[in-house]
């Protein structure tokens, strides 16, 4: 079992820039393959990035590469979000989770997860 608790949510400038966190409690993190979902109202949730176990692997939603960077600090147990020239469409409330399956390529695709924080609203607006 971890919990997951997201922070760093908030509203900024068309452009800007934004770095989420995730900190998880519980089991070793480090035994967890990490990722980034999204949703903004009335659509669904959808994924953004994905990190595996020791941080070899990362894969990122078309919409966000090259704007967007995944990492992680195991010794922190603590997983980030940066964001960069933010749009007014990434506008959502961002979720972590955390899956117990292990991935490395284009497999971290397809993941599935397993524990789910509570959420952080970003907002990106003029």
């Known amino acids: 079992q971890v919990q997951l608790a997201e922070s760093g949510g908030g509203l900024v400038q068309p452009g800007g820039s934004l770095r989420l966190s995730c900190v998880a409690s519980g089991r070793t993190f480090s035994s967890y393959t990490m990722g980034w979902f999204r949703q903004a109202p009335g659509k669904e949730r959808e994924f953004v990035t994905v990190?595996?176990?020791?941080?070899?692997?990362?894969r990122y939603a078309d919409s966000v590469k090259g704007r967007f960077t995944i990492s992680r600090d195991n010794a922190k147990n603590t997983v980030y979000l940066q964001m960069n020239s933010l749009k007014p469409e990434d506008t959502a409330v961002y979720y972590c989770a955390a899956s117990n399956s292990v991935c490395s390529g284009s497999a971290c695709y397809r993941v599935r997860y397993d524990y789910w924080g509570q959420g952080t609203q970003v907002t990106v607006s003029s």
């Open positions: 990190i595996n176990l020791n941080g070899g692997s990362t």
